[in-house]
């Protein structure tokens, strides 16, 4: 982390503070990153359009051609005096004032978030050399052990629903099948903290919805975990199109079974019910009701019913919930509630939370439903609302990982925090059982979608969140909210505030 000093001379920066021409400390390198950002494979930076001129690019509170106001730039250094420290003439640059003022007020906290790109639009599959215009869905998961990090998306054989590449093909149109709505579930591995993302691997033909929960290897083991993944067949399907399946990893990832139909356990009722998307959840190995219970959520229709379903048995085996208060909910996210913060909901040790996606159907408040089981998920009470937590139409994500002091867990939730657009990215944090949620981090002022937070890593000495997150094209010639999934690290001691005893900063 660096020093007070640093930060505050980094905030003054990026908040137009103090008009220095470019940022101080370790925040310049930072910015000079986020301007400089490759696509794999590609020659042209992420974030600046192809006119920008080659070469390393230089981040500047500077002015343009004709003269305008400073605003944050990339520069393209011949347009730069010998000293690279102001703008001379030339149209070499391009202006990025909001994203990368974002990106020096999250430096100035700490924040790594210089996202680095995880599925791009237009990517190819290593294993099968399918080319994808767009992959959206973003899920990931932290291995117990290994630390490893593995992210999940739909990888799509068409276009449109938040991505559209310019001059791609028509919306939903698939060239290569001939077929509308085709989508593969897709992987890849970070063993770096998500520093860098190996190769992008298909590991289920035509389906969707990508869920994963992760089940960790008996105590005193060297067995890898465990990963059950639930999702849809995919609409384009000949055999039962949207119906929920399984599949499962018994090495941590590197080898997957074959999709498996769960309508003998789901029923025609609930089968087609949209999992997630995000993550399902196992309850803790000493829960008092259902020790190590599998659990996954899912929506039938658009803001018709949403239907949970858990396993005893390692997924071997499926029942459902009563679910009966869940009319009207959509996507949505199940979290074990922290058992010394279940008291604050009125719930005993063990409370499961469904965090859940609606309509808007309380309109004085536009924000997130839930509802609490206190049967280890198997019935839930009514449905009720979190007004600290606004929403767009959009999906969130929410866990339980280990506190910023250490001691317990905390609940964290991110989501675009506006009422009407996918937009001002935010992560927060609550120690009481989301009672309320006294600290929250602004990632992303700009474009922010579907995202999922991976938990802190138990053997760091600065535990961070991961989050995997859509974003908006770049200068990559897409149109949308979700061109780009990234992958931010956010260290838990920036939503330490209340925990340790003082206020944090909340998100603007």
């Given at each position: 982390m660096k020093s007070i000093a640093s930060a505050l001379v980094c905030a003054a920066v990026a908040t137009g503070v103090a008009l220095a021409s470019r940022p101080e400390g370790q925040c310049a390198a930072v910015a000079d990153a986020?301007?400089?950002?490759?696509?794999?494979?590609?020659?042209?930076?992420?974030?600046?359009?192809?006119?920008?001129?080659?070469?390393?690019?230089?981040?500047?509170?500077?002015?343009?051609?004709?003269?305008?106001?400073?605003?944050?730039?990339?520069?393209?250094r011949e347009t730069l005096n010998p000293s690279r420290t102001k703008y001379v003439s030339g149209t070499g640059y391009c202006t990025r004032n909001s994203s990368l003022t974002d990106e020096l007020?999250?430096?100035?906290?700490?924040?790594?978030?210089?996202?680095?790109?995880?599925?791009?639009?237009?990517?190819?599959?290593?294993?099968?050399?399918?080319?994808?215009?767009?992959?959206?869905?973003?899920?990931?998961?932290?291995?117990?052990?290994?630390?490893e990090l593995l992210a999940f998306a739909e990888c799509r054989r068409w276009v449109g629903d938040g991505c559209a590449p310019v001059g791609g093909a028509p919306d939903d149109a698939d060239s290569t099948l001939g077929r509308t709505d085709w989508r593969d579930v897709c992987t890849k591995t970070s063993t770096d903290g998500g520093r860098t993302w190996g190769a992008l691997v298909v590991i289920a033909n035509c389906t969707m919805q990508p869920t994963p929960v992760v089940i960790p290897p008996e105590a005193g083991t060297s067995q890898p975990p465990t990963i059950v993944l639930?999702?849809?067949?995919?609409?384009?399907?000949?055999?039962?199109?949207?119906?929920?399946?399984q599949i499962v990893s018994r090495d941590g990832g590197k080898t997957w079974s074959q999709p498996e139909d769960l309508l003998?356990?789901?029923?025609?009722?609930?089968d087609g019910a949209d999992v997630g998307p995000g993550v399902g959840l196992r309850l803790d190995s000493d829960h008092p009701v259902a020790p190590g219970r599998l659990l996954f959520i899912g929506h039938r229709g658009a803001y018709v019913h949403d239907?949970?379903?858990?396993?005893?048995?390692?997924?071997?085996?499926?029942?459902?919930?009563?679910?009966s208060t869940f009319a009207g909910m959509d996507e949505a996210q199940l979290v074990q509630v922290p058992a010394h913060a279940a008291a604050a909901l009125g719930a005993p040790a063990g409370a499961v939370m469904a965090n859940m996606r609606s309509d808007h159907l309380n309109k004085s408040c536009d924000c997130r439903a839930f509802a609490i089981s206190t049967d280890g998920g198997a019935s839930f009470?009514?449905?009720?609302?979190?007004?600290?937590?606004?929403?767009?139409?959009?999906?969130?994500?929410?866990?339980?990982?280990?506190?910023?002091?250490?001691?317990?867990?905390?609940?964290?939730?991110?989501?675009?925090?506006?009422?009407?657009?996918?937009a001002q990215g935010t992560v927060r944090a609550s120690f009481n059982g989301?009672?309320?949620?006294?600290?929250?981090?602004?990632?992303?002022?700009?474009?922010?979608?579907?995202?999922?937070?991976?938990?802190?890593?138990?053997?760091?000495?600065?535990?961070?969140?991961?989050?995997?997150?859509?974003?908006?094209?770049?200068?990559?010639?897409?149109?949308?909210?979700?061109?780009?999934?990234?992958?931010?690290?956010?260290?838990?001691?920036?939503?330490?505030?209340?925990?340790?005893?003082?206020?944090?900063?909340?998100?603007?």
């Open positions: 986020w301007c400089n950002a490759q696509r794999p494979g590609a020659p042209s930076p992420i974030n600046c359009d192809s006119s920008v001129a080659e070469g390393p690019l230089v981040t500047l509170f500077d002015s343009d051609a004709q003269g305008g106001p400073p605003q944050w730039r990339c520069y393209s007020r999250n430096c100035a906290a700490g924040i790594t978030t210089n996202p680095t790109p995880v599925f791009m639009h237009g990517e190819t599959a290593s294993n099968t050399n399918t080319t994808y215009p767009c992959i959206r869905i973003p899920s990931i998961v932290r291995l117990p052990e290994s630390d639930h999702g849809n067949r995919c609409p384009a399907s000949t055999v039962r199109p949207s119906g929920n399946v003998r356990f789901l029923g025609p009722d609930v239907f949970v379903w858990y396993s005893d048995d390692d997924a071997a085996t499926w029942k459902v919930s009563d679910t009470s009514d449905v009720r609302w979190d007004s600290a937590l606004i929403s767009p139409v959009c999906q969130a994500t929410i866990i339980s990982g280990a506190s910023p002091s250490g001691n317990g867990s905390a609940l964290y939730f991110a989501n675009p925090a506006s009422k009407s657009q996918r989301a009672a309320s949620w006294p600290e929250a981090r602004l990632i992303a002022s700009s474009a922010f979608a579907y995202s999922c937070l991976a938990p802190p890593s138990a053997h760091s000495p600065e535990p961070s969140l991961g989050l995997l997150w859509e974003t908006d094209g770049g200068s990559f010639q897409c149109l949308g909210p979700s061109c780009r999934v990234v992958f931010s690290s956010i260290p838990t001691a920036l939503l330490a505030g209340s925990a340790a005893g003082s206020p944090g900063p909340l998100a603007a």
